[in-house]
């Protein structure tokens, strides 16, 4: 379970941390020039928000397991991941964007599974 948890952190994190920096030091018309259409619908100013908060929480997913303490962290982060995820699979729904929506519902079981696995409780 442990080298598990490991593995999906290391990714999350990972993916998190690319793709929001990505979309952070990108203009919104870059975004959706690489293919996140998604981005149309948003000013850029939550486009910014969104980036900015999958970035740090991609880094509180990895960063608190490498120090070796700070699990709550750890969770808050993966639940924020969780929350960005379930706002992307609604909005790909909705434009019927149905294959970016499997991946990320992929992403939200990842997330899910690092809080569950590090709920300070």
């Not at 018309?29 to 619908?41: L, Q």
């Not at 750890?74 to 434009?95: K, N, P, Y």
């Given at each position: 379970m442990?080298?598990?948890?490991?593995?999906?952190?290391?990714?999350?994190?990972?993916i998190?941390?690319?793709?929001?920096?990505?979309?952070?030091?990108?203009?919104?018309?870059?975004?959706?020039?690489?293919?996140?259409?998604?981005?149309?619908?948003?000013?850029?100013?939550?486009?910014?928000?969104?980036?900015g908060?999958?970035?740090?929480?991609?880094?509180?997913?990895?960063?608190?397991?490498?120090?070796?303490?700070?699990?709550?962290?750890?969770?808050?982060?993966a639940?924020?991941?969780a929350?960005i995820?379930?706002?992307?699979?609604?909005?790909?729904?909705?434009?019927?964007?149905?294959?970016?929506a499997?991946?990320?519902?992929?992403?939200?079981?990842?997330?899910?599974?690092?809080?569950?696995?590090?709920?300070?409780?």
């Amino acid at each position: 379970m442990v080298i598990a948890l490991w593995i999906v952190q290391g990714l999350l994190g990972l993916i998190f941390v690319i793709t929001g920096s990505f979309k952070f030091f990108q203009t919104r018309e870059k975004v959706i020039a690489s293919g996140g259409t998604w981005a149309e619908d948003f000013s850029p100013g939550i486009i910014k928000t969104i980036a900015g908060a999958e970035l740090l929480s991609g880094l509180l997913v990895i960063v608190p397991r490498l120090l070796g303490h700070g699990h709550h962290t750890t969770f808050i982060a993966a639940a924020v991941i969780a929350l960005i995820m379930a706002g992307a699979i609604f909005t790909h729904i909705r434009r019927k964007e149905f294959k970016h929506a499997m991946i990320n519902v992929v992403f939200l079981l990842m997330a899910l599974f690092v809080a569950y696995a590090s709920r300070p409780f």
